[in-house]
């Protein structure tokens, strides 16, 4: 037994560097954040346009446009999402979303037209 006791010590060494370098190798995590922007689209979806578009973009409500038709560019819709409709009818998202974010939303507005 006393000659165990070193070597178990040795073992739970081992374990527990091999722990620790599971939990400082995050690598992987930080490309995917610079990859991909923190921007959850569909909550954003959710919380801002859905009452007008639907979860599907294809609602219509207040004459909103259909987006599972819609072919227009991300020019018109960066624009469109920022400044709000001619017709005043959609709100301007300027104020409420980031540059990034609203840049975010123009192509997740893209993925309704499965033509596209
Ligand atoms: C208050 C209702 C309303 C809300 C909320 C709303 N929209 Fe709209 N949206 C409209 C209307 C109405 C139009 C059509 C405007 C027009 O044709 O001039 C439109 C048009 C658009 C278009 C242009 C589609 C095209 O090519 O014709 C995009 C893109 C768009 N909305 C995205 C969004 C996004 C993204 C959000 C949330 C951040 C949002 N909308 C929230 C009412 C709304």
């Given at each position: 037994?006393?000659?165990?006791?070193?070597?178990?010590?040795?073992?739970?060494?081992?374990?527990?560097?091999?722990?620790?370098?599971?939990?400082?190798?995050?690598?992987?995590?930080?490309?995917?954040?610079?990859?991909?922007?923190?921007?959850?689209?569909?909550?954003?979806?959710?919380?801002?346009?859905?009452?007008?578009?639907?979860?599907?973009g294809d609602?219509g409500?207040?004459?909103a446009a259909n987006l599972q038709e819609a072919?227009?560019?991300?020019?018109?819709?960066?624009?469109?999402?920022?400044?709000?409709?001619?017709?005043?009818?959609?709100?301007?998202?300027?104020?409420?979303?980031?540059?990034?974010?609203?840049?975010?939303?123009?192509?997740?507005?893209?993925?309704?037209?499965?033509?596209?």
């Open positions: 037994m006393k000659r165990l006791f070193p070597l178990l010590l040795f073992a739970l060494v081992i374990l527990a560097c091999g722990g620790g370098e599971e939990t400082a190798s995050e690598a992987p995590e930080t490309e995917d954040v610079a990859a991909a922007p923190d921007i959850d689209t569909d909550r954003i979806w959710k919380v801002r346009c859905i009452a007008c578009h639907g979860l599907n609602m409500t207040n004459g072919t227009s560019d991300m020019a018109y819709r960066v624009n469109i999402i920022t400044n709000g409709s001619e017709n005043g009818v959609m709100t301007a998202f300027k104020d409420i979303l980031t540059p990034e974010e609203i840049q975010a939303m123009a192509k997740h507005t893209m993925q309704f037209n499965e033509n596209l």
